[in-house]
């Protein structure tokens, strides 16, 4: 089943679809199209039905897809649908999924995407935000502010240029690189983070927590028994508060006999604290310093 509108306005994007696949991908022009395609025979009832719809909002174009439940969750988990949905690029998108996987392709806008289980994908968006039980996150680049919400997910982003807010029980976090302040909470997954230049704050319980190089800005690092280590950047004026109650503090940067700050010097300011986990600072990664 395909459809397709005039969209010239902005446009907002909305997919319900539970079980199966939803793919929304940005492409050039003012035409959006959807296309549903069952895939189990079982689904074709489910195709059928789904609300496929475009309409004006607050001079903007809103296409609407939902899929609806039908049968009960038993039947839901045999018969999925896969749903396409090709929109201008810049469109701001907002899909709720069960267990159906979500992929963004290309440079969209805002993103709002709710899983339980369903795994995100996304290219490049201009802000994201992620809740999910189990499903995993995985992005390029977010251009505004990320926010993700997870049980068990892990999230992967190779870059954000605004700031990060992260909470998360068992699931790993990995960003390569950002560009303004992180707040992180985590229980029990991996922090690994890579170039940081903003403010950074950390709480974990009994995960590990990395960071490869930071190149400024006030880190704060507060872990249980997870290790902590931090890489710092050539070229700053260090300030270093660290303690472990019964495991061991390294430093491989002398901390007591640096340099004074030169005006325009940029500063780093680490303050950590582990109760029996190790924290180690060494010499930023180059890879990643700046």
């Known amino acids: 089943m395909e459809h397709s509108f005039a969209t010239p306005r902005r446009v907002l994007v909305v997919v319900h679809n539970d079980v199966g696949l939803t793919v929304i991908t940005a492409q050039a022009g003012d035409v959006s199209s959807v296309s549903l395609t ?6 074709t009832e489910l195709a059928e039905r789904a609300t ?3 309409r004006p909002n607050g001079g903007r174009d809103i296409v609407v897809v939902k899929v609806p439940r039908v049968h009960g969750l038993k039947f839901m988990r045999r018969n999925g649908v896969t749903v396409r949905v090709d929109v201008p690029e810049g469109s701001d998108v907002r899909v709720v999924s069960a267990s159906a996987d979500v992929e963004l392709n290309g440079s969209l806008g805002r993103a709002n995407v709710k899983t339980a289980s369903g795994a995100l994908t996304a290219d490049d968006l201009a802000d994201l935000r992620a809740k999910t039980a189990s499903g995993d996150v995985e992005v ?44 992180v909470r985590a229980t029990s997954g991996e922090v690994r983070l890579g170039d940081v230049s903003g403010a950074l704050k950390v709480v974990a319980v009994s995960g590990d927590v990395q960071v490869l190089s930071i190149t400024e800005g006030t880190m ?29 503090v390294q430093s491989d940067i002398p901390l007591d006999d640096g340099p004074r700050a030169a005006h325009g010097d940029p500063r780093i300011t680490l303050t950590l604290r582990s109760v029996s986990g190790d924290v180690l600072i060494t010499r930023g990664v180059e890879a990643f310093a700046r």
């Open 140 to 183: 390029g680049t977010v251009r505004g502010a990320l926010r993700l919400q997870s049980a068990a997910g892990d999230l992967r982003c190779v870059r954000v240029e605004g700031p990060v807010t992260v909470t998360t029980v068992s699931g790993d976090v990995e960003i390569g690189a950002a560009a303004g302040a992180v707040d």
């Open 52 to 54: 496929v719809e475009c």
């Open 38 to 43: 069952e895939e189990t025979p079982g689904a």
């Open 220 to 248: 704060h690092i507060r872990s249980v028994s997870g290790r902590i280590d931090v890489g710092v950047a050539r070229g700053a004026t260090l300030s270093v508060d660290a303690e472990s109650m019964s495991g061991r």
